[in-house]
């Protein structure tokens, strides 16, 4: 009797340890395949063609104040052209891990680096590799468009948009090499269906909306940020 339970004990004991080194495993290559997606987002990043910044023409004010809606256009009643009068090289396509790029994004505050994949791309797949552009008049252009990411639990994409504050900065790179500076001025959660933030009349200003889950994922954290032009 004794020994069958002292065989019993070891049995069980093999398998706890078995499962805990599964467990651990995972949870290792899941950080692993996390850090490498990270340095190559970085790594693409770094690579990406820019120009030299473009420089604030006057001070802006700053005023205080899954991932799919259904999106009605408003009426523009504003229409504006772009006024950036500097030559700009051609845009050239861009592709990450097959998809097609529209630009890139670089938060400071959070250490994200990774590039925006266009809008066209937008699917379960391509939110699962980078941020991708949801709904918008394009990157760097009069107007807002807006960017959508997950919140991992592992930092990548917008997981830390939470920690982001009124006053700090974002910076996209467009296909042509432009790269702005934006500055982030509202800072919001909503429900899964608003979808006012994407079809906001910006005045002609250029701006970006990013948008993402809460941790609980029962609503989405909104952030708005004007270009420093």
């Given at each position: 009797?004794?020994?069958?339970?002292?065989?019993?004990?070891?049995?069980?004991?093999?398998?706890?340890?078995?499962?805990?080194?599964?467990?651990?495993?995972?949870?290792?290559?899941?950080?692993?395949?996390?850090?490498?997606?990270?340095?190559?987002?970085?790594?693409?990043?770094?690579?990406?063609?820019?120009?030299?910044?473009?420089?604030?023409?006057?001070?802006?004010?700053?005023?205080?104040?899954?991932?799919?809606?259904?999106?009605?256009?408003?009426?523009?009643?504003?229409?504006?052209?772009?006024?950036?009068?500097?030559?700009?090289?051609?845009?050239?396509?861009?592709?990450?891990?097959?998809?097609?790029?529209?630009?890139?994004?670089?938060?400071?505050?959070?250490?994200?680096?990774?590039?925006?994949?266009?809008?066209?791309?937008?699917?379960?797949?391509?939110?699962?590799?980078?941020?991708?552009?949801?709904?918008?008049?394009?990157?760097?252009?009069?107007?807002?468009?807006?960017?959508?990411?997950?919140?991992?639990?592992?930092?990548?994409?917008?997981?830390?948009?939470?920690?982001?504050?009124?006053?700090?900065?974002?910076?996209?790179?467009?296909?042509?090499?432009?790269?702005?500076?934006?500055?982030?001025?509202?800072?919001?959660?909503?429900?899964?269906?608003?979808?006012?933030?994407?079809?906001?009349?910006?005045?002609?200003?250029?701006?970006?909306?990013?948008?993402?889950?809460?941790?609980?994922?029962?609503?989405?954290?909104?952030?708005w940020a004007k270009a420093d032009i």
């Amino acid at each position: 009797m004794n020994s069958k339970y002292s065989t019993f004990l070891t049995v069980l004991l093999i398998i706890i340890i078995v499962a805990i080194i599964g467990v651990i495993g995972f949870l290792g290559f899941r950080y692993i395949s996390s850090v490498n997606s990270r340095k190559e987002a970085e790594n693409f990043v770094d690579t990406f063609p820019k120009q030299e910044e473009t420089e604030p023409t006057e001070e802006q004010p700053v005023i205080e104040d899954d991932l799919t809606v259904d999106v009605e256009e408003p009426e523009n009643n504003n229409p504006t052209t772009s006024t950036d009068n500097n030559q700009q090289a051609p845009a050239q396509e861009q592709r990450f891990n097959g998809y097609l790029v529209a630009g890139t994004i670089e938060i400071p505050a959070t250490g994200l680096s990774c590039p925006i994949l266009a809008e066209e791309e937008y699917s379960k797949s391509a939110l699962e590799t980078s941020v991708v552009i949801f709904h918008g008049v394009g990157l760097n252009q009069p107007g807002n468009t807006t960017i959508a990411g997950h919140n991992y639990r592992n930092g990548n994409f917008f997981s830390n948009n939470k920690k982001l504050n009124i006053g700090d900065k974002i910076y996209i790179t467009d296909l042509t090499g432009k790269r702005l500076s934006y500055t982030i001025y509202n800072k919001y959660e909503t429900s899964d269906t608003d979808a006012e933030y994407m079809t906001r009349d910006t005045q002609g200003a250029t701006e970006i909306s990013l948008t993402t889950c809460t941790d609980d994922s029962k609503a989405r954290l909104i952030i708005w940020a004007k270009a420093d032009i």
